[in-house]
């Protein structure tokens, strides 16, 4: 059933969230860097070849450099055995004996500066394409999860994902400096090692054997951060909320007045605190473990090391041989190391990997089909409601079952009923939001379902009584109810007539300029009742065939409230309208009213029909009435 279907978890992570990865789920996450590159080549294929060309260059000099301090070495050896007698500088760099050595310190000065230069050459093309790819990334999230059903938004599990991806956006692209620094070292791994094999084959052996160690170790150590990361998500969203919630303008009210600051704090230390100590835990046995395992790998260093300082006594090696080889062997450990070590962090790495990639593979079940119709202009007939029957993911309960009435074209419809009763759920179906779990919804005779979904949604202007109060300016605070015409001030200006709200844009300083809410700097809050006249001015910025109240006046007093929905109703003529409130001397303006109870139509009528007939309405309508008296 639609509503009821669980998003695919694309991805093991599931599983995985339970223990640590195993091996081959590691390699297997290995699948993800081809895309990842692919995205990074995307996003500045001059960038990434200027990072990796000035790389591919870099990785060469470190051979040099010992090579040339070898020449270097070997010349002051050869000068000093000469016994020229040269004491005094001016003499020896008159007479040209010192003209070789003079060169090959040029040589070597030249190649420290161009190390240096194409170092920080690699950190500036890196910082611009990690800036150009997080921006990417960001913009990437936002648009799929704009594609999203409203069931993803309100899935916990799903929302951990999401959370998770987002933090992969900004976090991933040290694992590009990473594996294009790995193509760099493994490029020197081999100028060194082509020196060492034509003096001492067996010790590159001697040294690959004497890592292995250290790069298991790495290996399961990364898997467990990974694994605790993932299993942590949901705490770590918690944190935030906390953090959030007690550090903020839009509670600040309520935490001051319920005294709520120490509750907050102490249960973030309590969340916080168990986190520290899982991580904790987790670094102190990865650095006993690491120690005791590159200890080999130091070990193994040694061992060469001593060989080849016993070949350079025996005459075998020159005092330039030893200093290269020796130098070349400690490069070559701590870049072997590296790369061992490098690529356990890269399939680490690779794992959060999935975390970006399989919230990408989340498909929306709610989408316009291939062959969708646009919205008919105008409408002519009307909703119809067909036995529809609702309920939310996970829920035991329906929300609505066997709901049956027609929603005429230009009518005016209002919708009661207590809490829970299904109202919201109804006009949720009827933006399609959700789709129905049995039965459907007709527009003119076509199920809702074979509209353009883009179509539908902009022929349909709803305010939620959970509206957003954008951190805009006031003017964009209503244009975005037509986002491409939020340019068009008279548009603006005649919306805000409309919903009332043109006097709160006239109070402000700087009118429909003025930035709204205490979040950023010059801003100015405003009272509910005026937030909510904006965001009722949005919905007549959408100029719909069908318009939806759904309680945006509950900050509203009982006269404010009964000017909006009167003037509503004024608006609504010729156009299909829904609204939804508890105040009835607002409910009656309707054409009718349904009565809704435990998800079903109890009664539909007018007014005056629904108090003669007695029941629910009747009984609702006279509690509320006796409150006035």
Sequence with gaps: ???????????PGAARGQGTPSLRERFDALRNLPPFLRQIWATSPGLTLTSLGLR???SLLPVLMLYIGKLIIDEVVRLAGLGLGLDRLGDALRSGQLSPLLWLLALELAVAVGSDLTGRLVA???????????????????EHAATLDLEDFEDPDLQDKLDRARRQTMSRMNLMSQLFGQVQ???????FAVGLLVYAPWLILLLALALVPAFVGEAHFNALGYSLNFQWTPERRQLEYLRQTGASVETAKEVKIFNLHRFLIDRYKVLAERFYLANRALARRRALWGTLLAALGTLGYYVAYGYIA??????????????????????????????????SQVAGQALYLDDLFSFFE??????SRPDAVPVPRPIREGFVFEDVGFRYPGAGHWALRGLSFELRAGEVLALVGENGAGKTTLVKLLARLYDPDEGRILLDGRDLREYDLDDLRANTGVIFQDFVRYHLSAGENIGVGRIEALDDIERIRDAARRGMADEVVQSLPLGYDQLIGRRFKNGVDLSGGQWQKLAIARAYMRDAQVMILDEPTAALDARSEFEVFQRFKELSRGRTAVLISHRFSSVRMADRILVLSGGRVEASGTHEELMAAGGRYAELFELQAAGYR
């Design 1 to 11: 059933m639609p509503g009821m279907s669980a998003k695919p978890d694309a991805k």
């Design 56 to 58: 591919l260059v870099r």
């Design 124 to 142: 500036y093309a890196d910082g611009l394409l990690s800036e150009l790819f997080t921006n990417a990334s960001s913009v990437r999230l936002m």
């Design 185 to 191: 070292d493994a490029v020197t791994v081999v100028s």
């Design 310 to 343: 016993w070949r350079t006594v025996r005459g075998d090696f020159s005092i330039g041989d030893l200093t290269f080889l020796a130098g070349s062997f400690m490069r070559l450990r701590q870049l072997l190391e590296g790369l061992l070590v490098g690529f």
């Design 362 to 367: 989340i498909e929306p079940e709610i989408a």
